[in-house]
């Protein structure tokens, strides 16, 4: 079964920026997009951005886009998400997922009910 690792998380002043990065284990990658969540508080968990690997094909949440950048390494098999001109309204728990078995990610802005598979999280906070 695959698993996912987060990490980058960590505090920053507003307008600052974070790299986040997600370490996937798996004998074999099969699905053919990945995708970045966040979940603050007392809030549902929303799609932000969305990779099809193999067309380089992007989607993005309107809160998110033009500030952040979601792209893979292939070298080192690490699904990233560049942070850029972090606001207090960014501070949220951010999580990789993959998509269930059989199904994609949707040629739109992710939607949790397509992922099956998550990691474990990785906090970002942001202060005035």
């Known amino acids: 079964q695959v698993q996912l690792m987060e990490s980058g998380g960590g505090s920053v002043e507003g307008g600052g920026s974070l790299r986040l990065s997600c370490e996937v284990s798996?004998?074999?990658?099969?699905?053919?997009?990945m995708a970045w969540f966040r979940q603050a508080p007392g809030k549902e968990r929303e799609g932000i951005a969305s990779?099809?690997?193999?067309?380089?094909?992007?989607y993005y949440a309107d809160s998110v886009k033009g500030r952040f950048t979601i792209f893979h390494d292939n070298a080192k098999n690490t699904l990233n998400l560049e942070m850029n001109m972090l606001e207090s309204e960014d501070s949220a728990m951010y999580y990789c997922?993959?998509?269930?078995?059989?199904?994609?990610?949707?040629?739109?802005?992710?939607?949790?009910?397509?992922?099956?598979?998550w990691g474990q999280g990785t906090q970002v906070t942001v202060s005035a």
């Open positions: 798996a004998n074999y990658e099969w699905w053919n997009c």
């Open positions: 990779l099809y690997m193999s067309s380089g094909r992007t």
């Open positions: 997922a993959v998509p269930w078995p059989g199904d994609s990610c949707g040629d739109r802005v992710p939607r949790k009910v397509d992922f099956g598979y």
